[in-house]
């Protein structure tokens, strides 16, 4: 092995160490060892930063203020409005109700704000209907990575790797290729949730913070539950040195850990993470003040959202439509020629959309940057980066030549069936992203040493690094509904691990049949 080998692969390791201890966001940890591969000379300055300047990475920053476009209309509020059932009814038939909606929406739009606007929505339902929270929160989160992984813009893994299959000089998937095995998926998965969620989920899982009931009659304050967010000041500090009274104006009564432990007692102790939800008595202004920030991935008092302006709503829903019609439309090839100087893609449209919400004020438009996830766009940035650092070092190429040499000559489908594990469970242990990034290049050298199309490696990475179902830490609208549901760790490894055995096989099924190798 030479040095450089060596070097990349004890990084990687580091890397992977890094972000399941959680050490700092994903993207810090990415760059680092970015950096280190620039100082190494195994990457150039250029290599380093043409992730941050890949269509891919800019279409998904633009797809973020295009979802909160939508989120600041009312008009997902006033979907899932519509969706629930009211009255008497069972667990089954309010699924049968909802869950495939969900799972539309989600493969158009991004799945955190649509968990975020439809999660307290559903606890506060359930409650009135005397079901139990427990049986819909989890299904919410899975139908929207299952609705995001049948078309290009559902989830932002698909766009990266479709951003680095163009800088490897392939083409691209167009805007449905995926949903040929996504939709097979999708449906094989909530149908799986129908039938087995009711057994495999917990039962009601009682709060044990003062409820609003139990507040004495003239009080201010009511319960609010809060997700803490990426800039949350209070990061990996014990809540003992961080005065949240002074900084917010409420009181801490409860925190659920994204790991599922739930503290009501020496709460001062509790080190608090991203992800973990905090059971605060706050006052009225609590939420209008800082239910707009990045500081809260999530706050509910289980009030619904304000859906007033019925124009407004209908000129978002427009705008999607289009944007999505457009980038169908452009793809075709009779378009293609009709226009041969323009690349009629989704980067072209969402572009013009964000310009349009912009400028007719469905977001803010002086508060923009802080609707961008800058640490997943960080990430995916330094995925291209570390994707072309294993190239470069021989990295890549060696794993494969040791992964074919494990499968001797059993050929391609064994192959991708040990590409679709490897990239799964780093998904489930990391980010899905970073997941990718790591297992792209090997599926490029896997495929090269072969002598077979790439296309089926790189469909199967898609779908394995969105499939993040057995822990709540893969996936960020895992970790929203686990504080808010009460769940624990054990919860989704007992429901969420059948689902991605039902995403391998018909994947590995389904994917040579019909992208030949």
Excluded at 99 to 128: E, G, Q
Aim: aromatic share 10%; charged share 15%.
């Amino acid at each position: 092995m030479t040095f450089e080998i060596v070097f990349v692969l004890l990084s990687l390791l580091g890397m992977v160490a890094a972000l399941v201890a959680d050490k700092m966001r994903p993207g810090m940890i990415l760059f680092s060892v970015v950096v280190l591969f620039l100082c190494a000379g195994i990457l150039t300055p250029k290599e380093m930063l043409e992730g941050f300047s890949n269509k891919g990475m800019i279409t998904v920053a633009l797809l973020f203020l295009v979802s909160e476009g939508i989120r600041q209309s009312g008009t997902l509020g006033q979907v899932i409005k519509k969706l629930l059932p009211q009255g008497k009814t069972t667990v089954f038939k309010a699924q049968l109700r909802i869950l495939p909606s969900v799972a539309f929406i989600s493969a158009f739009l991004n799945n955190t704000p649509v968990v975020v606007i439809f999660a307290p929505i559903i606890k506060h339902w359930a409650k009135s209907v005397n079901l139990p929270a427990t049986k819909f929160l989890i299904p919410l989160s899975y139908v929207t990575i299952l609705g995001g992984i049948c078309t290009l813009i559902g989830t932002s893994t698909n766009l990266v790797v479709h951003g680095m299959i163009l800088e490897a000089g392939f083409e691209g998937f167009s805007m449905f290729e995926l949903g040929k095995v996504g939709i097979f998926i999708a449906i094989a998965g909530i149908i799986y949730i129908f039938l087995f969620s009711k057994r495999l989920l917990p039962d009601a899982r009682p709060d044990t913070a003062v409820p609003d009931e139990e507040i004495e009659e003239g009080e201010k304050f009511h319960r609010v539950e809060a997700v803490l967010g990426a800039r949350f000041p209070g990061i990996n500090k014990k809540l003992k040195d961080f005065n949240f009274q002074r900084h917010y104006g409420a009181e801490v009564k409860e925190i659920k850990t994204r790991n599922g432990q739930r503290f009501v007692t020496n709460l001062d102790d509790v080190v608090l993470h991203e992800g973990d939800t905090l059971v605060v008595m706050a006052d009225d202004t609590f939420i209008p003040t800082w239910g707009e920030s990045s500081v809260f991935v999530l706050l509910t008092n289980g009030n619904e959202p304000d859906t007033s302006g019925k124009k407004k709503r209908w000129f978002a829903l427009l705008l999607l439509v289009l944007m999505i019609v457009g980038a169908t439309v452009g793809e075709l090839p009779v378009t293609k020629e009709m226009f041969p100087d323009i690349k009629l893609d989704m980067f072209f449209f969402v572009s013009i959309t964000t310009i349009i919400m912009a400028w007719t004020n469905l977001f803010p438009a002086r508060k923009y940057t802080k609707y961008i996830s800058w640490d997943i766009l960080i990430t995916i940035a330094c995925a291209f980066a570390i994707s072309k650092a294993m190239v470069n070092s021989g990295v890549a190429d060696s794993v494969a030549k040791f992964i074919i040499g494990l499968s001797d000559d059993y050929g391609p489908h064994v192959l991708l069936a040990m590409v679709f594990i490897i990239t799964n469970l780093f998904t489930e242990l990391i980010t899905n992203n970073a997941a990718a990034a790591l297992a792209f290049p090997l599926a490029l050298s896997i495929s090269a040493q072969l002598g077979v199309s790439p296309t089926p490696f790189f469909v199967v990475i898609c779908m394995a690094a969105s499939a993040s179902f057995s822990t709540p830490i893969g996936y960020q609208t895992n970790l929203i509904v686990q504080g808010i549901g009460n769940y624990k760790f054990t919860d989704f490894v007992r429901i969420g691990l059948p689902l991605n055995i039902i995403t391998f096989l018909i994947s590995i099924i389904l994917i040579p049949l019909i992208w030949n190798f």
